[in-house]
C-alpha cells in the first residue's frame, strides 16, 4: 500500500519537481489588528492588493464599489470601483494615489519595484499602470475598452469571436491557441506584474488570457507565452508572478495546482505541486530567498483551504500558516502576500476586506 | 356589492401573492388600542442631507439611533438619543447597494443587511468594518441580465437578497435570506456556518418560508421570523427546529423584541406599497405581543401625516414605550412615545 502511494505521488509529480508530500511544520504567528489606521470616511473594500516600499510605506489597492455605468449617445461608460492608498511603516494614513484616474475599475494587485515606483493591475480596466514614488503616471501598459457591452459578452469566447474581454468592447480577440493572447499588451483580466534585474517587465495575464507578457524596461513587447491547458507550459487561471535573483520566473497556475518555473527567455524549468492551487505568491528579497504561497479559499467557502506556504526556491516546503475563516489570524480570500521582510509579511484579503500585518516566528 | 367587493380581494389576494406581497386583515379580536404621540421633528437632518426610504433603523445602548436609507446612493447615518446628526458611518463602502436592515447587537457593534450587494456587514462602535458576511460577486465580467427561473440551491456563505439579521446570547448569528432564498442561516460569532432552516424553495409548511423578511431572537435564544409572504410569524428553537407560528396579526413585515426580563415581541401589518383600493381600512398597524403569541395591543394605522404609517419597513424596541418607526414611502424615522399608563391596563386584559 505504502509503496502504491508512493509511485502513485511520484508519477503524478513532474522530473525535477522537489516537494514531497509529508506533513508540514505549522509556523506559529501573530497577527497585528491595528496595522493600519484609517481616516474616518476611508474604507477598505475587498483588498485585492497590498505591497510595501524600501521605506516600509505600504500600498493597499482596494475594490472600494463597482464602478458605474453611464449612458451616452449609443453607447455605457464604466467609470471608477477602486482606489489605491497609502500608509507609513507605522500605518499611519499617507495619501491616495491616482484619485479618481481613468484606469482604476477592479483593483487585482499592486507592486513596488526596487526603485520604489508603484504598479497597479486592473483586471477590468485591462492595464497596468506605473507610478512613479511621487505618485504620477510614468507608463502604461494595455487599454481600457472605450466602452461596456450590457448585457455583457461571456467570458472566454472562442478565439475570433467579436468583442474584447472582461466584457468591455475591446480589440478583436485574436486567432490562435486559446489563451494565448495578442501578441501584444493587450490583455484580458491581467492579475499581477513582476521585474527581472534588468528591468524587464513580466505580466501575468491572467482569467481571460492564459500566458505570460514580457515587456523590455521601456514598455515595448518582447514576447508572450502559455496558453490555456493544463500540459507543461499551459495555464489554467494565471494568478500571480514573482521573480527570484537568477531571473527566473514564477507563475502561480492556479487552476492547475501548481507553480510553474520558467528561465528569464519563458523556457520551462520546472514546476511545484502539493501547496493547494497558488493565489498569491511572493518571493523574499536578500541572500537566501524564499517563495510564500498561498492556498486561498473560495470568496463564498470559509471551510476550506486558506493556508500560506512557505517555501524554498526548490520548492522544498519550509512550514505553513493560518487557516481560512474570518476572524484576526484567519485569512478569507488571500489575494496578495507582501514579503519583504521575511517574517513580516502584508496580507490583503478579498473576503474579508482587510490587510492584515503578520509576523512569523519559525 | 359585497358579493363584488369579496371578488375583488380574491382577485387581488391572487395577484399579490404571485408577487409575495399577500396582504391580509389581521384576525386577532377586540385587541386594545394603545395610545401614542409621534414626536415632532425627532430626526433633525443637516441641510443638504436627505433620507430616501428610510428601510432600517436601530439604537444602540446609548439610545443613538442608525438609519439605513436608499439615497441617491444607500448610506448609513447616525443621530444622537435626540435626533441630532452625528456621523455618517461607511461612506462609500464597498457594500452599500441596497439598504435592507440595520441592527445593533448587546455590543453596540452596528450591523447592515444590504440586498443589493449580498451582504452582511458589521461594524464596531467606532464604525469600522470588523465582519463581512457573504460574498459579492465580481463585477469584472460586466453587466449580466437579471437571472430568471427557479433559485439555484442556496449555499453556506452566500446570500441572495438576504433581509434581517439577530444574534442570540451567546453571539451565535442568524440570517433571515430573504427575497431570493427562503430560509434562515445561523452561523456562531465568527461567522462559520451551523445550519439552516428552509431553502432555496418557497414554501408553506412548518419550517418552509415564503419571503422570510425580518428575524429577531429572545434572551433564551429562541428565533422568530417574520415570515411575510405566509402572513405569520414562525418560532423556532436555538437549533432552528419549529416549535409554533403566530397567524392572527396580519402579514408580518417585520419584528422586534425588546430586551430586559420581561420581553415583548412587535409585529407590523404593514400597508402594501402601492395603496391598492382598501388595504388603509385593514392594514397598516403595530402589534405589541408575549412572546408566547399572546395579543396585548395594537396602535398606529395607515397614512401619510405624521402619527400614521406609510408602510412600515422596520422599528426598534429596545425601550417598549419609546418605539422608532421607518417607513418605506414616506422616507422619515418616526418616534412614538406609547403611553404607559395605558399599557398597563392592556397588559392587566
Known amino acids: 500500500m505504502k509503496r502504491y502511494f508512493l509511485s502513485l505521488v511520484a508519477s503524478m509529480l513532474l522530473p525535477g519537481m522537489a516537494a514531497v508530500a509529508q506533513s508540514v511544520p505549522e509556523i506559529r504567528f501573530d497577527s497585528d489588528p491595528g496595522a493600519l489606521k484609517f481616516p474616518d470616511n476611508i474604507h477598505l473594500g475587498e483588498a485585492a492588493g497590498v505591497a510595501t516600499d524600501s521605506k516600509g510605506d505600504i500600498f493597499v489597492y482596494t475594490r472600494t ?31 491616495e494615489i491616482g484619485q479618481g484616474i481613468y484606469g482604476f475599475l477592479v483593483a487585482q494587485q499592486v507592486r513596488v519595484d526596487p526603485q520604489d515606483n508603484i504598479w497597479v493591475v486592473d483586471q477590468m480596466s485591462n492595464m497596468v499602470i506605473k507610478f512613479d514614488p511621487s505618485g504620477q503616471v510614468q507608463m502604461l501598459l494595455g487599454r481600457k475598452a472605450e466602452a461596456e457591452r450590457i448585457p455583457a459578452l461571456p467570458l472566454n469566447r472562442p478565439p475570433g469571436a467579436p468583442g474584447g474581454g472582461g466584457g ?91 507553480i510553474q518555473v520558467f528561465d528569464p527567455d519563458g523556457n520551462f524549468k520546472t514546476s511545484i505541486s502539493n501547496v493547494g492551487s497558488p493565489s498569491a505568491i511572493c518571493i523574499t528579497p536578500g541572500g537566501h530567498q524564499y517563495l510564500y504561497s498561498s492556498n486561498s479559499n473560495p470568496p463564498d467557502d470559509i471551510d476550506a483551504n486558506g493556508e500560506i506556504y512557505k517555501l524554498e526556491l526548490t520548492g522544498q516546503i ?39 500585518k503578520l509576523t512569523l516566528h519559525p | 356589492m359585497r358579493r363584488f367587493l369579496t371578488c375583488w380581494c380574491i382577485l387581488v389576494e391572487a395577484l399579490c401573492a404571485n408577487a409575495a406581497h399577500a396582504q391580509m386583515k389581521a384576525t386577532a379580536q377586540n385587541v386594545p388600542e394603545i395610545p401614542y ?29 442608525f438609519v439605513y436609507t436608499r439615497s441617491a446612493n444607500t448610506r448609513l447615518f447616525e443621530f444622537d438619543q435626540n435626533g441630532k446628526y452625528v456621523r455618517e458611518v461607511g461612506e462609500g463602502l464597498y457594500g452599500f447597494e441596497f439598504a435592507h436592515s440595520v441592527r445593533v447587537d448587546s455590543e453596540d457593534n452596528i450591523w447592515v443587511v444590504d440586498e443589493g450587494s449580498n451582504l452582511v456587514i458589521k461594524f464596531n462602535p467606532e464604525g469600522r468594518v470588523v465582519m463581512v458576511l457573504g460574498h459579492r460577486p465580481e463585477v469584472v465580467a ?41 430560509r434562515v442561516v445561523k452561523y456562531d460569532k465568527n461567522g462559520r456556518f ?24 429572545d434572551g433564551k435564544g429562541n428565533v422568530y421570523v417574520s415570515d411575510r409572504g405566509n402572513n405569520r410569524t414562525q418560532v423556532f428553537d436555538n437549533d432552528l427546529n419549529f416549535k409554533t407560528a403566530y397567524e392572527n396579526v396580519g402579514t408580518a413585515w417585520t419584528v422586534c423584541i425588546s430586551p430586559g426580563p420581561h420581553q415583548y415581541l412587535f409585529t407590523s401589518n404593514s400597508n402594501p406599497n402601492g395603496n391598492p383600493p382598501g388595504s388603509w381600512d385593514i392594514t397598516g398597524e403595530i402589534y405589541k405581543m408575549e412572546l408566547d403569541g399572546t395579543v396585548l395591543g395594537r396602535f398606529g394605522h395607515a397614512s401619510k401625516q405624521l402619527g400614521g404609517f406609510q408602510v412600515v419597513h422596520m422599528f426598534d424596541c429596545r425601550n417598549p414605550n419609546e418605539i422608532i418607526v421607518a417607513e418605506i414611502e414616506s422616507w422619515r424615522v418616526q418616534k412614538l412615545m406609547l403611553k404607559p399608563a395605558q399599557t398597563k391596563i392592556s397588559l392587566a386584559n
Do not use: M
Open chain 2, 194 to 217: 451551523l445550519k439552516q432552516v428552509g431553502s432555496e424553495k418557497a414554501g408553506k409548511e412548518p419550517g418552509q418560508f415564503t419571503l422570510p423578511h425580518a428575524i429577531a431572537v
Open chain 1, 168 to 258: 468591455g468592447e475591446g480589440p478583436p480577440a485574436p486567432r490562435g491557441l486559446p489563451g494565448a493572447g495578442a501578441q501584444s499588451d493587450i490583455f484580458q483580466r491581467p492579475t499581477d506584474v513582476a521585474w527581472d534585474a534588468s528591468g524587464n517587465i513580466y505580466v501575468a495575464d491572467g482569467y481571460g488570457n492564459a500566458r505570460v507578457a514580457k515587456f523590455d524596461r521601456d514598455g515595448k513587447f518582447v514576447k508572450s507565452w502559455g496558453s490555456k491547458g493544463d500540459a507543461q507550459s499551459q495555464f489554467s487561471t494565471v494568478h500571480g508572478i514573482a521573480i527570484d535573483a537568477q531571473g527566473n520566473v514564477y507563475v502561480a497556475d492556479s487552476g492547475n495546482k501548481r
Open chain 1, 65 to 95: 464599489g463597482h464602478p458605474t455605468i453611464s449612458i451616452g449617445t449609443s453607447r455605457a461608460f464604466a467609470h471608477g470601483g477602486s482606489r489605491l492608498f497609502e500608509f507609513d511603516r507605522n500605518g499611519k494614513f499617507v495619501r
Open chain 2, 142 to 182: 460586466g453587466a449580466t441580465a437579471t437571472a430568471g427561473g427557479p433559485a439555484p440551491p442556496a449555499e453556506k456563505y452566500t446570500f441572495s437578497r438576504p433581509t434581517d439579521v439577530a444574534w442570540d446570547p451567546q453571539g451565535n448569528i442568524f440570517v433571515s435570506d430573504g427575497y431570493g432564498n427562503n
Open chain 2, 37 to 65: 404621540e409621534s414626536v415632532r421633528n425627532f430626526l433633525k437632518l443637516p441641510p443638504n442631507l436627505y433620507l430616501g426610504e428610510a428601510i432600517g433603523v436601530a439604537t444602540n445602548s446609548k439610545g443613538h439611533v
Open chain 1, 318 to 356: 519550509v512550514g505553513k500558516f493560518g487557516r481560512a475563516g474570518k476572524a484576526q489570524k484567519e485569512f478569507g480570500t488571500v489575494n496578495a502576500v507582501d514579503c519583504r521582510n521575511e517574517n513580516e509579511l502584508y496580507v490583503g484579503e478579498i473576503g474579508n476586506w482587510r490587510v492584515q
